[in-house]
């Protein structure tokens, strides 16, 4: 059929055309950006962390006697939960990644300079790195003689007094581009630092937008308040057994304690990932919703022109068109609307894009993005209007004519 009684149609329908238009570029510039933030947060979701997540368990100490010495406790405590069979390492921390309690510092290289970025602080006992598992890539590890206490001063000063520091491989490539980084100085607080050795990779105790979530540094300080959390590395199957037991040791040792989150690392990312995976199963539903809308709205639209049309249908019938004539009819013209409807839901989600950049630190919505979404909408027209335009055709030429 020729597009001239095509377009004509559709003029005679602006207004109804125009609704189906605004609905496909809404859509389209939603999609987009869901699709965006969806693809995000699941990446997020699986960054590896640089620990041995299918060794490590770990369980909060709070102890309710303050006159007691919490390094001796801690060095106590320790010795006897190396002690378990099947512990392979054990350490007393205050940070790990994904529980949350991230302590951060700028960053400078320079006596008294700007801080260059923001770093995690990771602070531990002898044998941290160890029962973290994380993989030393360049020079060594901590000496005995360089641990201090935390609070060797006073409000958390105990980062003057560090001599050392291990760092990541994504940090030391920030702060010394194309550099050795081992030996150099970096300025935490006032005092310098000498960066001893580097670590693959390590996430941050708290995730954030952008590209620094492996900026962090491990520190040689004794964790020395009441409160700690008790790490343990284990062979995979017996991280329930070594909690179990972590916790009757402890108990054991000094029942005026309390002991809390007693959990293996994976369920410690799932706790942490669990509001991501809400709001992904929203956004979900929501853009499978919107989608099923526009399809509703298609077929929907397309099977009111269909009943409109049945004697025009059958008197281009009659003359010659044949049946795949009218179905290329139905679905030439849901293509010319749906397109029409991209093209602007394409300037829209760049709109939109931006404005989520400025306001959620979304990134930039990727350029593929957009023929993916374009060609989903325009498959999904055409699985809408394939029903309503197989009717169509279905119309024999002389029930056609005599109807009205």
Known sequence: MPHIPMLASLTRHKLTVLLLVLQVALTCAIVCNVALMIAGRTAQMRWPSGVAEDELAMIDSASLDDGSSPLARHAADLDALRGIPGVTAAAAVDALPFNGNNWGNGIATAPNGPARLVASA??????ERQALGLRLVAGRDFRPDEYVPLESAHDWDGINHVPATIVTRALAAQLFP?????????????KPVRIVGVVDRL????LETGDGNEYAMLFPMLPDDSNVTYL????PLQRERVLKQAAEVLNRLDSDRILRHAQTFAQLRSDYF?????????????????LLVTAVGIAG????????????????????ATRRDVLFYFQAENFLIVGGGIVLGVALACVLNLALMQHYELPRLPLPYLPLVAIALWLLGQLAVLGPALRAAAVPPVVATRTE
């Open 122 to 127: 990771f602070n531990g006992t002898p044998g």
């Open 178 to 190: 194309g550099q050795d980084p081992l030996g150099k100085l970096v300025y935490p607080g006032d």
């Open 203 to 206: 996430l941050r105790p708290a």
């Open 232 to 235: 343990l590395r284990t062979a």
């Open 274 to 290: 669990r509001h991501d995976r809400t709001m992904l199963g929203l956004l979900l539903a929501a853009a499978a919703g919107l």
């Open 301 to 320: 639209l397309a099977s009111f022109w269909v009943q409109q049309r049945r004697r025009a249908i059958g008197i281009r019938r009659a003359i010659g």
